[in-house]
């Protein structure tokens, strides 16, 4: 079992090209798998974690409504936004500047065969490093994701997550607000959750910015030991 993983960290980056480099990545790991069982290849399959900002971009996941995005086709070309149908699971979410985005491309296999324990060490991650920060965040039921002051008519979002798995191999992944504007959540149905807020480290901590760097930081410590895993970083170039 394969527990290192190739860390990629690719900058500001457009949705849908990362989105198409997911695929390849996603792709190769699936094939490696189908290889070595009509073949018994044994080779081992890699595992993946991108990191990376998207410029403004709404997607909308396999189950999700439409008529969760608030303005049209014109007003986002306005806002400087672009909008995308995705593969993942969830409804509506927002990407943009001031995010942390995270794409971990995993072989389960290389770990454990069980998706709703991988969704919650991924929470896990994100509960861990905002407790660094003296902040008390948590699951909601029902709702995916990572909130604050959860039961309360206070309760707000601040790290949203949607995956997609095939044969025990993940991506899509997750979006933790960091120093989001968070007034492009504005145009839409966050999650497609009607009256629930959300809201960024930032805003939470009172201060116009927090150190990205170190949050990703906190992030892959966390990950790792979770995962009982630990990370190579790679210098890959995307077009």
């Not at 990545?25 to 890699?46: G, S, W, Y």
């Not at 509506?92 to 969704?119: A, M």
């Not at 919650?120 to 660094?132: F, V």
């Not at 990572?146 to 979002?157: E, M, Q």
Request: hydrophobic share 40%.
């Amino acid at each position: 079992m394969n527990k290192t993983i190739n860390l990629q960290e690719l900058g500001r980056r457009d949705y849908k090209d990362i989105w198409e480099y997911q695929e390849a990545l996603f792709k190769n790991v699936v094939d490696t798998k189908i290889k070595n069982r009509r073949e018994d290849a044994n080779l081992e399959t890699p595992n993946y974690f991108l990191l990376v900002e998207h410029p403004h971009v709404y997607t909308l996941g396999k189950s999700g409504d439409m008529s969760n995005l608030l303005i049209s086709e014109k007003q986002l070309v306005e806002k400087g936004a672009k909008f995308y149908k995705v593969n993942r699971g969830g409804d509506i979410t927002y990407h943009g500047p001031g995010q942390i985005v995270g794409y971990p491309i995993l072989d389960l296999e290389n770990f454990f065969t069980d998706i709703h324990k991988y969704l919650r060490l991924l929470e896990e991650m994100i509960i861990l490093t905002l407790e660094e920060y003296g902040l008390k965040a948590e699951r909601s039921s029902g709702e995916t994701g990572v909130w604050l002051d959860v039961g309360t008519p206070f309760a707000r979002k601040i790290c949203a997550m949607g995956v997609r798995a095939s044969r025990w191999v993940t991506m899509h992944g997750f979006a933790l607000n960091v120093n989001a504007d968070l007034g492009y959540f504005d145009h839409m149905i966050p999650c497609g959750i009607k009256g629930k807020a959300v809201t960024s480290l930032n805003l939470e901590l009172g201060k116009q910015a927090i150190d990205e760097t170190e949050v990703k930081a906190k992030l892959l410590t966390h990950f790792s030991a979770l995962f009982e895993s630990s990370f190579i970083a790679e210098s890959v170039s995307v077009k």
